[in-house]
């Protein structure tokens, strides 16, 4: 069971990873939620006040996580040969 850090800068806490748990993936605070679940829902257009009453588990900042996480991920540098 773990948490990840983006080095010293950036601490994701929600963002929990459990071997037996949802095949490994990113979860929100070892609930069965996992982060590409939040994201990919955000993508679509369903509001945080739809997310949250839909997964009244949930908070805000679980949300906020998954987004900075998401886009934490993304933050791969691209060099050309």
Not at 9 to 30: S, Y
């Amino acid at each position: 069971m773990g948490e990840i850090s983006a080095g010293s800068a950036r601490t994701f806490e929600r963002i929990t990873f459990e071997p037996g748990k949802m095949g490994g993936r990113a979860c929100i605070r070892r609930m069965r939620i996992t982060a590409e679940l939040i994201v990919s829902l955000v993508s679509e257009g369903v509001s945080w006040e739809e997310i949250l009453a839909d997964y009244p588990d949930l908070e805000r900042e679980d949300i906020r996580q998954a987004l900075a996480y998401a886009a934490w991920l993304t933050r791969e540098e691209i060099v050309s040969a």
